[in-house]
């Protein structure tokens, strides 16, 4: 069965960095577009980064720059590299697989809590 599993999550000061990574199994991980999105407290979730199966990748403007999503197909696994965290980055991250319109996956978050 389809599994998502997010790791990396935990509390980070103003400016420092942290890498998220999820691991996903149960299907063709190297076929399939992979993102990762964010939810804080009050808010909806928001899209912050996407990568596709020819590596190309987009960002959310909040995180231009600062983030860096990747993918490793052999280890089935994305990552999410955060440089220049900055408080309003606080969020639980969730990683999500798009396998078709009506067919898509989610992990059951990581959190990010960024304070001094």
């Known amino acids: 069965q389809v599994q998502l599993v997010e790791s990396g999550g935990g509390l980070v000061q103003p400016g420092g960095s942290l890498r998220l990574s999820c691991a996903a199994s149960?299907?063709?991980?190297?076929?399939?577009?992979m993102s990762w999105y964010r939810q804080a407290p009050g808010k909806e979730r928001e899209l912050v980064a996407g990568?596709?199966?020819?590596?190309?990748?987009n960002y959310a403007d909040s995180v231009k720059g600062r983030f860096t999503i990747s993918r490793d197909n052999w280890k089935k696994t994305v990552y999410l590299q955060m440089n220049s965290l900055k408080p309003e980055d606080t969020a639980v991250y969730y990683c999500?697989?798009?396998?078709?319109?009506?067919?898509?996956?989610w992990g059951k978050g990581t959190l990010v809590t960024v304070s001094s």
């Open positions: 999500k697989a798009f396998i078709s319109w009506d067919i898509y996956y």
């Open positions: 149960g299907f063709t991980f190297s076929r399939y577009a």
């Open positions: 990568i596709n199966t020819g590596d190309s990748t």
